[in-house]
């Protein structure tokens, strides 16, 4: 079993940051893609940022220049960081991961519980 756990959402003003955490653990041989995405309530899951295995990142127009997305050097953690944020930014968090167990051949997507982001003075 492999679980994804997330943390760090939380209730903060304009402006301010936040650092989400997704931390993967359990029968992992690889993890290629990490990303987050979010939900606004009414809206689609959308793309906030991903980084793959190499370093490699990706970055939604919205987000670019106010959102640093890291990974840890054994690569099962990653991290988002939320600099000036705004009430546009609110929505549920959720972490993505394309994850090969051990002893399998291919690789499969899963997703965090989610972690509510609320941007409001």
């Known amino acids: 079993q492999v679980q994804l756990v997330e943390s760090g959402g939380g209730l903060v003003q304009p402006g301010e940051s936040l650092r989400l955490s997704c931390a993967a653990s359990?029968?992992?041989?690889?993890?290629?893609?990490m990303g987050w995405y979010r939900q606004a309530p009414g809206n689609e899951r959308e793309l906030v940022a991903t980084?793959?295995?190499?370093?490699?990142?990706n970055y939604a127009v919205s987000v670019k220049d106010r959102f640093t997305i890291s990974r840890d050097s054994a690569g099962k953690t990653v991290y988002l960081q939320m600099n000036g944020l705004k009430p546009e930014d609110t929505a549920v968090y959720y972490c993505?991961?394309?994850?090969?167990?051990?002893?399998?051949?291919?690789?499969?997507?899963?997703w965090g519980q989610g972690t509510q982001v609320t941007v409001s003075s």
């Open positions: 993505h991961a394309q994850i090969r167990q051990r002893l399998h051949i291919s690789s499969y997507n899963d």
């Open positions: 359990g029968s992992i041989d690889s993890i290629y893609t």
């Open positions: 980084i793959t295995i190499s370093g490699s990142t």
